[in-house]
């Protein structure tokens, strides 16, 4: 018996094998860089939106001890503020707290005539209010005490503008950053972040 | 037996690519969905935060319209508002596209040196939180560090002011209270204070003609020593800065000035320049401002007197007691004879003289415009406040004060209740003399007539003014928190963070 030797071995020839592998790594690259680059970009978007929301907080903050504030100065080179708050709430150590009772409760305002016309004052002693940059933080200290109000590596940074006119103070804030995509440190990239915020001194104390 | 495999094993590179793009598109969408989602949220949140500070805002609003009625419309005062141990209080107003809300509370908690309430406004605006209950973006401060959540502080579940500090602030009725939705409420705390009508050496709402071509109006601060008329040209006088707030103010765009102003004129539309007249301060051809009638204030606080009842020829005021500001020794008077004479004496206890507060309403008409007319006399240490509904005529030399200040003789002419009654203030200086006198004038509603050239010390408040003399017209700084509340204004604002 004759064995049929006309068995018909099919496979890849080593060209076939070699487009084959080439077209795969490729295809293999492409999908892998669009995986890191998607993730890069949405990871960037993300990051902008975060950081964008620290904006938003920090002409807040500002804004809220702003509007309350009795005075407000500002540094020379406007990143750092100071404002006297009144202090509406008793704490520990006011005189009115030897009732503990009376411990963080609104005061009653006393009113006083100066050359300046009436003024409200909820207590003789006021509280200082400090906002500065601290390496990637931006922080509020009040009294002392540190709150870190937005940190960033994407260098936020506040610039705040007090306007003391004959019968008005407003203090404008404009909040920067460089975000993760730009062009070499380009300075539109952070003037193309801007955010910017005006509010008035209603406490403001003439004289 | 023949075995055909016959195995086409083709790759499928479509297929391949098909689905790495499809794992890498979901990939993406998740990625991009999580991070907007975030950040709606965030903004939902960041919108609702300052909302509520509107929504706080506009209930000030609501309550400082209701302090303006004590005064502009007093029986619709906190008309609809409920009044338990002294505080009136709303209840919740809810309004615009994202259902705002915002109640107040509204106490009495000072009375000032000329009896005026002082007002303070404690209100809150709470606007509804949409979205997920969640915080937001505030893990990206680091760990242990809260960043949103420190500042906007949203109730999911419950009321945190009214669980840590009760509904008042004050420690007293604390209670989980929970709410419907998540919500954020800001509350803040506005002053009101009077307003007190001298704040100009003349005011006129309507027409102005006036003074003499050699007339001057300067100012002083009574409390920084006597009036003493060189100062105003002398820079070096320490009391300079006082001495050019000879303001005029006119709301109308006629106006014939004449004379030295040392202060600012303003009128509402008119052209005056500096080559049109003598005026050291600055000119202001656009402040546009409103004088509402002026009605009787309210005497409910006020102890009653009896007698006199009427001004018939020479009349005196011996009070039974020192009164105070807020509650003076009250006249009503049904006349005042054409020529009658006024005597206001002060209250004298154990040998030492009181500031005596007195006030005097006379139902008509104060002296004649001709003849002799009114005579007004206070002792000093007499704050005397004198209404009169109908019309007031006297000579200059006849309004005698005898403090000095003319914080101390203050006249207010009561807006008619018919508009067609034209009221009249007529001053005359008899026989050209120059006499001096003291007195504040609040007369909304009153032509102002001075003839001659009076030195006078004071303010003056009216419709229109007329004065064909060279009066020397001296306004007192000190005469600017002076006088009853004729509006009100806010001059304090805080936010309590808790």
């Known amino acids: 018996m004759k064995l049929a030797s006309s068995q018909k071995i099919t496979g890849f020839t080593l060209s076939e094998l070699l487009v084959t592998v080439s077209l795969s790594s490729i295809i293999l690259a492409a999908a892998i860089t669009s995986a890191v680059a998607l993730q890069k970009s949405f990871s960037a978007a993300d990051n902008y939106l975060a950081t964008h929301i620290q904006q938003v907080r920090i002409i807040d903050y500002l804004n809220r001890d702003v509007k309350r504030g009795l005075i407000v100065t500002t540094s020379v080179d406007l990143q750092s503020v100071t404002m006297t708050l009144p202090n509406y709430l008793i704490q520990a150590g006011d005189p009115e707290a030897v009732n503990p009772s009376l411990i963080g409760t609104p005061r009653t305002p006393t009113i006083a005539y100066t050359s300046n016309g009436w003024q409200v004052n909820y207590s003789p002693s006021t509280t200082t209010v400090v906002y500065s940059i601290n390496g990637n933080s931006i922080v509020r200290v009040e009294n002392g005490v540190v709150t870190t109000i937005a940190s960033s590596t994407d260098q936020l940074v506040p610039q705040t503008t007090d306007v003391d006119l004959a019968n008005t103070e407003y203090a404008s804030t404009t909040v920067t950053f460089m975000p993760v995509f730009n062009l070499a440190g380009n300075t539109a990239d952070r003037t193309g972040t801007t955010l910017f915020a005006t509010a008035y001194l209603r406490n403001k104390r003439r004289g | 037996m023949r075995v055909s495999p016959k195995t086409d094993r083709r790759a499928n590179v479509l297929l391949c690519v098909l689905c790495t793009i499809l794992i890498v598109s979901v990939i993406g969408g998740n990625v991009l969905l999580n991070c907007v989602t975030r950040y709606n949220t965030a903004s939902s949140q960041v919108r609702s935060w300052k909302e509520s500070l509107d929504a706080a805002e506009a209930g000030g609003d609501v309550a400082y319209a209701e302090i303006r009625k004590t005064i502009l419309d007093r029986t619709h005062a906190f008309s609809g508002w409920t009044y338990s ?414």
């Open chain 2, 85 to 498: 141990g002294g505080v009136y209080s709303n209840s919740p107003i809810t309004f615009g596209r994202d259902n705002l809300s915002t109640s107040s509370k509204v106490d009495l908690f000072h009375y000032d040196s000329n009896g005026n309430p002082w007002y303070r406004i404690r209100t809150n605006g709470t606007s509804p939180v949409m979205g997920l209950r969640r915080v937001t973006m505030d893990d990206r401060m680091g760990v242990g560090t809260r960043g949103d959540s420190l500042l906007r502080k949203i109730d999911f579940n419950y009321d945190h002011f009214i669980a840590t500090y009760g509904p008042n602030g004050d420690n007293v009725g604390k209670t989980l209270l929970p709410v419907t939705q998540p919500q954020i409420t800001r509350r803040v705390e506005l002053i009101a204070a009077p307003m007190t009508p001298f704040e100009a050496a003349i005011k006129a709402n309507g027409l102005f003609y006036g003074l003499g071509s050699a007339a001057y109006i300067d100012s002083y601060r009574s409390t920084a020593g006597a009036y003493d008329p060189n100062v105003k040209n002398n820079p070096s006088d320490p009391r300079y800065v006082d001495s050019h707030s000879g303001t005029v103010e006119i709301n109308s765009s006629v106006a014939t000035i004449m004379g030295s102003i040392y202060g600012n004129v303003y009128t509402n539309g008119g052209t005056v320049t500096k080559n049109t007249t003598s005026i050291s301060g600055i000119i202001d051809n656009n402040v546009p401002f409103t004088l509402p009638p002026f009605y009787m204030p309210d005497t409910s606080l006020w102890t009653y007197v009896a007698n006199p009842s009427a001004v018939t020829g020479n009349t005196t005021i011996n009070p039974p007691a020192a009164g105070t500001a807020g509650s003076p020794n009250y006249y009503l008077m049904t006349s005042f004879a054409t020529n009658g004479s006024l005597t206001v004496n002060a209250y004298t206890s154990n040998g030492t003289v009181q500031e005596t507060y007195v006030a005097v309403h006379v139902t008509g008409d104060v002296g004649s415009s001709s003849g002799q007319g009114a005579t007004i006399t206070i002792a000093d240490h007499v704050h005397l406040q004198l209404y009169f509904d109908g019309n007031f005529g006297a000579k200059a030399q006849n309004i005698i004060n005898n403090s000095g200040f003319a914080g101390n003789l203050q006249i207010y002419g009561i807006s008619p209740t018919d508009p067609s009654v034209q009221q009249t203030i007529a001053l005359n200086s008899g026989g050209g003399s120059t006499a001096g006198f003291d007195a504040t004038f609040y007369a909304p509603s009153a032509n102002f007539t001075v003839n001659g050239g009076p030195d006078f010390v004071g303010a003056i408040v009216c419709k229109a003014f007329y004065s064909n003399g060279n009066v020397h017209w001296h306004y007192d700084r000190q005469l600017d928190n002076i006088g009853d509340a004729v509006d009100y204004r806010i001059v304090s604002y805080v936010e309590d963070t808790r």
